[in-house]
């Protein structure tokens, strides 16, 4: 088991309650087929918890077999630094297809940013942060991606509604609360 604390950066992208009980880490990369089909099953998770679970995003760039990753997780925090991370990872996986330079400009400009405030030396700017959540994540032993932490547990298996929620009641009785609505 791995402290919270030491899973979530002070400058975390958080959805959901940032004072929830249970916190999800998502070590993702947004060109990775398996992360884009575990982003809804998160967010479902999320929002249907009343409150009591939160989704914190670190960056895992597989750019060893995903050409476009790296960029893309500089993308998304340079949208970040624009207060709109969340829109643009949800975009970015539901255009998979379009991550060249091209494709990041155009998604960032669908969500009123400058096209060129989230690509080449601009996004550069990001590196530390995209760095610092994959250095993390090797620390850790993550090898591939989405790789979860639930509460400091890592998550082993499918990316399902019930084996999170499954994870996050366990979470929530192991720290003496009511499982609520994610039960």
């Known amino acids: 088991m791995t402290s919270t604390a030491d899973l979530v950066p002070p400058d975390a992208h ?11 880490v998502e070590f993702g990369d947004l060109e990775c087929p398996y ?9 479902t998770v999320v929002e249907e918890s009343g409150g009591q679970v939160r989704l914190v995003f670190r960056h ?7 050409p476009y990753a790296l960029t893309a997780a500089l993308a998304a925090e340079a949208a970040g630094a624009q207060g709109r991370f969340w829109e643009m990872h949800d975009l970015l996986f539901a255009h998979q297809d379009r991550l060249d330079d091209v494709g ?3 998604w960032a400009q ?6 060129a405030s989230v690509v080449g030396d601009a996004a550069q700017q990001h590196g530390d ?13 993550v090898r ?3 790789t979860l932490y639930v ?7 499918r990316v399902t509604e019930d084996g999170v929620r499954a994870a996050v009641a366990t979470a929530l009785a192991a720290a003496g609360q009511a499982t609520g609505p994610t039960a």
């Open 129 to 141: 942060a995209v760095e610092r959540d994959y250095l993390a994540g090797t620390a850790l032993g």
């Open 151 to 157: 509460e400091g547990v890592r998550y082993r298996g």
């Open 104 to 106: 990041l400009a155009h």
């Open 144 to 146: 591939g991606t989405p």
């Open 110 to 115: 669908k969500l009123g940013l400058d096209g």
């Open 14 to 24: 958080v959805l959901g309650d940032p004072d929830a009980p249970v916190t999800i």
């Open 35 to 43: 992360c884009h089909d575990a982003a809804p099953v998160l967010r």
């Open 60 to 66: 895992f760039p597989l750019f060893e077999v995903h």
